[in-house]
């Protein structure tokens, strides 16, 4: 089945510094990535995804970009800010399929220092 | 358009007891899956129920089992509870041919 890693598992950054997440994925056949952003005592909130078919796609200050022969994609966030602090999960799966259910990455926790 | 909302927020149960947790899922949408979050670790897939019938499933013992109502609204059961249980229950809804899911904010379930 898949997996995926996910690093590092913390993250502290400066105010208007950028950050990078990256993840590894097992499953060659996972076609779907999301990423989600968790503040503490609530649930996953995502943020941007990406599909197979494309590299890279960016929303404002938020980027993902997927390198589909080395099984691994990445959340760059830039011009952090103090509310972006809070853990950061990749996740893969199969588009289209009845499964649909999510593997995530242990997470990473971002600390964004003013 | 409402978004996933799940109850209770919080709850407190005793070893080999059952728990029911409940689950609204966003407007629109036919599928919700539950997850298992453990402290510190990210979201478990427990297993995915559409229209109705589980359609799908994570590595959880026959005691993790749940329902999925014509309004789309699902629960989730775990019978003779242990103190590994104890963790954030997540459920999230997305629509049909649609991968997006969306999370509710999670049951909170302590297992003394």
């Known amino acids: 089945g898949e997996n995926v890693e996910q690093h590092p598992s913390t993250l502290s950054v400066q105010e208007g510094d950028s950050a990078v997440i990256k993840c590894t994925y097992s499953d060659s056949a996972s076609n779907y990535f999301p990423w989600y952003k968790q503040e503490l005592g609530k649930g996953p909130q995502l943020i941007i995804d990406i599909r197979s078919n494309v590299g890279e796609k960016k929303d404002q200050r938020i980027a993902v970009t997927l390198n589909k022969t080395a099984k691994h994609f990445s959340l760059h966030i830039t011009e952090t800010q103090p509310e972006d602090s809070a853990v950061y999960f990749c996740a893969a799966n199969r588009d289209g399929g009845s499964q649909g259910n999510l593997i995530f990455g242990k997470g990473t926790k971002l600390s964004v220092k003013p | 358009e409402t978004g996933v909302t799940q109850s209770p927020t919080h709850l407190i149960k005793t070893r080999g007891q059952q728990v029911t947790l409940r689950c609204s899922s966003q407007?629109?949408?036919?599928?919700v899956s539950w997850y298992q979050q453990a402290l510190g670790q990210g979201p478990q897939f427990i297993f995915q129920?559409?229209?109705?019938?589980?359609?799908g499933r994570g590595n959880f013992p026959p005691r993790f089992s749940g329902l999925q109502f014509p309004n789309y609204s699902s629960e989730l059961n775990v019978n003779a509870l242990e103190l590994d249980d104890s963790a954030l229950y997540l459920c999230a809804s997305r629509g049909g041919g649609n991968t997006e899911a969306f999370f509710g904010q999670g049951t909170r379930l302590t297992v003394v």
């Open positions: 129920y559409y229209r109705e019938e589980e359609n």
């Open positions: 407007s629109g949408h036919n599928t």
